[in-house]
C-alpha cells in the first residue's frame, strides 16, 4: 500500500499516545507523511467575549501539540500539527479537502445517545477512514475484508490485499448471504459467489487467501468472524448494496464499528 500523506485527528484524551503510535507505525511502512491536527469543538461561532479564551485554550493546546510531534520527529517520522477551532465534522471536511490526505486515521469512543465523532464521518468524508479501536499494540497480521461486489467493496478488497502483501499477514474474504430460504437456493447462491470471489482473485493474482461465505446478519457475522480469527483490522467499504432497496450498506459498516474487536479501515 503506497501512502504519501496522512491525516491524523487527536484529541489529548488518555490514548492518545496509543492512537499515534499507529499512525507512526503506518507511516513508517508507508513512507507517509504525517499531519496531526486538533479540533476545539465549537458548534457555534464563539461570542467576542469567548475569543480570548480560545486564544489561551489554542495555545495550551499547541504546547501538547508540540511535545507530540517531538514524540513522532525522534522516530523518524515527518510530521507537522495544527490546532483548529469549529463544528469538528465540518472542520474535519475542510481540512480533507485542504489537504487532501491518502488516508485519515481518529480513533474511537462510543455514545449512547449520539454518533461518534467516527460515524458521522463515515457519512460524509470523502477519504478513506482508518480507525483505531484496538488497545494492542501496533501491528497488521490478520485481515477480514468483508465484500458485497458493490465499488466499494471491490475498493477495499484492492486495499486489504495491498495491506496483506506489504505486511506478510493472512487475509480472509467473507461475503454474507442474507438470504433466508431453501437450502438448495443457498446452496445456488453460495456456489455463484464463490465463482465471483474467484474471479476476483484471479484478476488480482492473489491464491493464498481464506474465502468464507456465510449466511447471517451482515454485521454480526463480520464481527463474530474478526473475533474468532483474531483479526487485527478490518478493511470493509463505506457503502454498497442491500436486499431492501434504498438502504445503503453504510448502516451495517457503522455496526460493524460499534462492535469490532479491532481497527477498522473504511474505503471509499
Known amino acids: 500500500m503506497l501512502l504519501s500523506y496522512i491525516l491524523l485527528g487527536i484529541d489529548f484524551k488518555d490514548e492518545t499516545y496509543h492512537i499515534i503510535d499507529h499512525a507512526v507505525h503506518l507511516s513508517k511502512k508507508t513512507k507517509a507523511r504525517l499531519r496531526i491536527i ?39 517520522i515527518a510530521v507537522d500539527g495544527e490546532v483548529l477551532s469549529g463544528h469538528i465534522v465540518e472542520t474535519f471536511i475542510r481540512e480533507t479537502e485542504r489537504w487532501m490526505p491518502d488516508v485519515v486515521m481518529i480513533g474511537y469512543k462510543s455514545h449512547a445517545l449520539r454518533a461518534s465523532t467516527s460515524e458521522r464521518l463515515i457519512r460524509t468524508l470523502k477519504r478513506p477512514l482508518f480507525i483505531i479501536k484496538t488497545r494492542k ?29 506489504q505486511y506478510q499477514g493472512r ?11 431453501e437450502r438448495e437456493v443457498v446452496e445456488r447462491i453460495k456456489k455463484d459467489v464463490e465463482q465471483r470471489v474467484d474471479g476476483i482473485l484471479i484478476d488480482q493474482q492473489i491464491n493464498d487467501i481464506q474465502r468464507l461465505i456465510i449466511t447471517g446478519i451482515p454485521h454480526e457475522v463480520i464481527v463474530e468472524i474478526a473475533k474468532k480469527k483474531g ?11 442491500s436486499i431492501i432497496k434504498n438502504i445503503l450498506i453504510g448502516s451495517t459498516t457503522e455496526a460493524v464499528l460499534r462492535s469490532a474487536p479491532c481497527n477498522v479501515f473504511i474505503i471509499r
Open 171 to 181: 487475509l480472509f474474504i467473507l461475503h454474507v448471504i442474507q438470504t433466508i430460504g
Open 231 to 241: 483479526c487485527d483490522l478490518i478493511v470493509i467499504g463505506s457503502k454498497g448494496h
Open 38 to 76: 486538533h479540533i476545539i469543538d465549537y458548534f457555534m461561532t464563539p461570542p467576542m467575549y469567548i475569543e480570548p479564551y480560545l486564544k489561551i485554550e489554542k495555545q495550551n493546546a499547541m504546547t501538547k501539540m508540540n511535545v507530540l510531534m517531538e514524540y513522532i520527529k525522534e522516530q523518524g
Open 137 to 165: 499494540e501496533p501491528s497488521i497480521s490478520s485481515i477480514l475484508c468483508p465484500i458485497d461486489f458493490s465499488t466499494t467493496s471491490e475498493n477495499a478488497l484492492k486495499t486489504a490485499i495491498a495491506i496483506k502483501k
